[in-house]
């Protein structure tokens, strides 16, 4: 029958595997295995991060600059010529592009309006100017041809200037940024890939004039955390990469892609600093590659820039272009201002043949403009060493000049910042800002992070060589099934909380081993299968004992719960082995007690004032027996019965019991007086105690089904002979030697004769324990002193002493019986009339 309980067993293991079977195909393993896979992960030391790999963040400070996502596609135009002229080496918009909208027709453009006026303005001057040269005859007849031919290339030059704004100002915006983003040579664009992997339309324009594109960067895990990426996804027969992967590629030399299985094979891949080889990333069953992300638990760890930077460079320029042209108009620069004022005009009729897809020499021809524009700028405004600039005749500058001064200053230190972080750099643009949900997430690490680190990360992962591997997830399940039945089989036979403690360590074990082969190999064995099946089969398994344990903690709580106390009763119910209804053999140390008195007060008449009596006797009795973590035995009527020892044994059972019956001694002396008082009694109650120690019959001794734990033995039987010999000494209670020397030497006893017990060949001798030693007066003690030396005078036969030394204790103590009863027999003896005393 046991066998087959035991084998019945072995289906909670099966059980258990079902049941997280159930969990993982319903998703709900998904949050414990990743946060055990978070802090295996940040154990692991941080990856170093490529210096190439710059974050470029749409953030909270460019939002505030530039205004609420999504922003005009201008603004993203005007952003990455910007990144052209600081030599960015490689752009990648991981974010989906906003809608592009048409802008107003330039005849309304604020811009347009001033280019026409100030042109005409100028050629009108200048024509002022030569027929008032003419008139006053300082411009001769056969010179003016000459400045005829110069008035009308002006005239040119201007008409060329106002075609080219009119061209930029009626661009399509989509136009622009297509224009941008082919001027710029490497930009890849994103779009979202939809759960079906079917990817949504990307405008023709945009889609013709970017390097390349690809879907959006890795998408957070249900708790917010990024820790893989799909570098790629097959769709009908094709394999689409995600953007800053296609990007990637392009950076390693474009290699070929074969997917084997859980392997992506990059074929002819160049590294950086590297020569061609094969690259192997190791994905997992869903083709997830692993993020190993550098930084720590405060930052991811890469270069970060915001567009905010950017922004602000172009109102700075604007600010200062402005001012020039209010110094133009004041006259501080005279002709060179107007000449400053056409190298940025020039720049910016580069700028926007560059845009429209001209010649791929007009970049270089708008850098250089550029470069003329801000080298001039400075040359005017900026003072040399030693020297004023060209608007000042003096130490101080006018406030046009300063505050122009003061703007380049600003815009020269910003290029400056902005070439040293974008020159070539791997720069990766996305949303890292509160205003639009879902795009800040968390590193496994506790950074935040935006989709567009993820990108960075999966791109960093690939260029350090540093990949992680997942091992499949069948291998956690296997080694779920195999450590459960071991579980199993090593619980069997073991207690509770052991059964606990075994599972508990399985599952720590089982963790710890996963993180030390993360550690060491980067292969990742997800644990929550492996972990969890054989603590839930222990703990299942310890449920199945404790139930199958109450029936017997219900009926040992009944049989126990009255007779011990609670620590007692604790313990009981922990210990291992159950106490049986009959047949266990134990040492006991037996307290026997004798009430005398009881018989009168139960014939006075008075049945319920002597049933209450009893009663109260017995309880206060059982509280003190209890207390001293004894077991009330027999308990009825005029006898009580305690065992220190049964049924759980104690290291110092006899000086429990020996202690037992002095309390009970002085707590029956109280009652008695209360009694006698309360006229309850006619005479005072005499309770005798006999103490005895031996092995004994212990358990549910007597008609089977009702509970009655009691012992039998030679311990008991002594324990009765003693306390009915107590009367012959006049003394309260009678321990045996043996007893009293294992416990009863920290009470004041006296010494006795000895007394022939029933079952030994031999007298014992027996001693009357008389209180605890603390609170006892000095009287009391010098007397038991004295009756001590008074017994051995008697054991010598120095009968006369030994007379005069009891009579001495019944002096200190008046009413002393067992001293009276030794007065007596001295006496007797001394006259030749007695026989030996204790006979």
């Not at 946060?35 to 210096?51: E, G, Q, V």
């Amino acid at each position: 029958m046991a066998g087959k309980r035991r084998a019945l067993l072995f289906l909670v293991p099966l059980l258990v595997i079902a049941l997280f079977l159930l969990l993982d195909l319903e998703g709900c393993l998904s949050r414990p295995a990743g946060w055990i896979y978070d802090a295996a992960f940040r154990l692991r030391p941080p990856a170093a991060a490529s210096r190439e790999i710059l974050l470029l963040d749409v953030d909270d400070r460019a939002v505030a600059v530039t205004g609420v996502w999504p922003w005009t596609t201008e603004v993203i135009a005007d952003g990455l010529v910007q990144l052209k002229e600081f030599d960015a080496d490689r752009v990648v918009f991981d974010l989906r592009l906003p809608d592009t909208t048409l802008t107003a027709s330039s005849a309304g453009s604020p811009a347009v309006s001033e280019a026409f006026d100030r042109e005409f303005s100028l050629i009108g001057e200048n024509i002022r100017v030569l027929f008032d040269g003419i008139r006053r005859g300082s411009v001769l007849p056969k010179d003016s041809p000459r400045f005829v031919d110069d008035l009308v290339s002006q005239v040119e030059t201007a008409k060329a200037r106002l075609l080219g704004g009119i061209a930029g100002n009626g661009t399509d915006p989509e136009t622009k940024l297509a224009g941008a983003m082919r001027a710029f040579g490497r930009a890849w664009i994103a779009w979202e890939l939809r759960s079906d992997h079917v990817a949504d339309p990307v405008p023709a324009a945009l889609y013709g004039s970017a390097r390349g594109d690809g879907f959006t960067g890795p998408v957070m895990d249900p708790d917010g955390v990024l820790r893989r990426g799909l570098p790629v996804a097959e769709r009908q027969g094709r394999y689409l990469e995600q953007a800053a992967f296609t990007a990637l590629l392009d950076r390693l030399g474009s290699p070929s892609l074969q997917l084997d299985g859980r392997k992506l094979v990059l074929g002819g891949a160049r590294p950086p600093g590297m020569p061609p080889r094969d690259m192997v990333l190791d994905l997992t069953e869903n083709g997830y590659l692993l993020l190993d992300w550098p930084g720590a638990d405060t930052e991811d760890g890469f270069r970060h820039l915001s567009w905010g930077d950017l922004a602000e460079l172009d109102w700075l320029e604007e600010d200062l272009v402005a001012a020039l042209r209010e110094i133009d108009r004041s006259g501080l620069l005279a002709a060179r201002g107007t000449t400053l004022l056409d190298r940025y005009d020039d720049a910016s009729i580069f700028r926007d043949r560059m845009l429209a897809g001209d010649d791929p020499s007009v970049a270089a021809e708008w850098l250089d403009a550029r470069d003329r524009f801000f080298a001039l700028a400075s040359e005017m405004l900026l003072p040399a060493e030693g020297g004023d600039t060209a608007a000042e005749t003096g130490n101080e500058a006018p406030p046009l000049i300063a505050d122009a001064r003061r703007i380049l200053t600003e815009i020269l230190q910003s290029r400056a910042s902005l070439r040293e972080a974008l020159e070539g750099s791997f720069c990766v643009v996305s949303l890292a800002t509160r205003s639009v949900p879902g795009s800040l997430g968390r590193t496994p690490r506790g950074a935040v992070a935006s989709g567009g680190s993820a990108s960075a990360a999966l791109v960093n992962t690939v260029l350090t060589g540093r990949t992680l591997a997942a091992i499949p997830q069948w291998c956690g399940k296997v080694l779920g099934v195999a450590l459960s039945i071991l579980a199993t089989i090593a619980v069997l036979r073991l207690r509770i909380l052991w059964t606990l403690l075994v599972g508990a360590l399985f599952a720590a074990a089982t963790v710890a081993g996963s993180g030390g082969l993360f550690l060491a190999t980067g292969g990742y064995l997800d644990p929550v299968m492996a972990a969890g099946s054989p603590a839930l089969t222990c703990a299942a398994l310890a449920a199945i004992k404790a139930l199958g344990r109450l029936p017997a903690r219900r009926a040992l709580r009944r049989r126990f719960a009255p007779r011990v106390s609670r620590t007692s009763l604790g313990s009981l119910l922990s210990a291992s082995t159950r106490t049986p209804a009959a047949g266990s053999e134990q040492r006991v140390t037996v307290l026997y007690a004798r009430i005398g008195g009881l018989r009168g007060a139960a014939g006075s008449g008075d049945p319920a004032s002597a049933a209450a009596m009893l009663n109260e006797f017995h309880a206060v009795m059982g509280r003190i027996i209890v207390g001293l973590q004894g077991t009330i035995g027999r308990a009825e009527g005029d006898t009580i019965e305690a065992y220190f020892g049964a049924p759980l044994q104690g290291t110092d059972d006899p000086r429990r019991a020996c202690l037992c019956a002095a309390r009970m001694q002085a707590a029956g002396r109280e009652l008695a007086a209360r009694f006698l008082a309360n006229r309850l009694l006619s005479s005072p109650l005499a309770m005798r105690i006999g103490i005895a120690s031996g092995t004994c019959l212990t358990g549910d001794l007597g008609m089977p089904g009702v509970t009655g734990y009691a012992v039998m033995g030679a311990a008991r039987d002594e324990a009765s002979h003693l306390s009915g010999a107590c009367e012959r000494f006049g003394a309260a209670n009678l321990v045996a030697g043996p007893v009293w020397e294992a416990g009863g030497k920290e009470l004041l006893a006296r010494m006795l004769d000895r007394v022939l017990l029933p079952t030994d060949s031999g007298p014992v001798r027996c001693y009357e324990l008389v209180s605890e030693l603390e609170g006892t007066d000095k009287t009391t003690v010098e007397a038991i002193g004295v009756f001590n030396e008074g017994l051995a005078c008697l054991e010598g036969n120095d009968r006369v002493k030994a007379g005069e030394l009891f009579q001495r204790v019944l002096d200190l103590l008046p009413g002393d019986s067992p001293a009276a009863v030794y007065v007596a027999r001295c006496r007797l003896a001394s006259a030749g009339q007695a026989d030996a005393p204790g006979r």
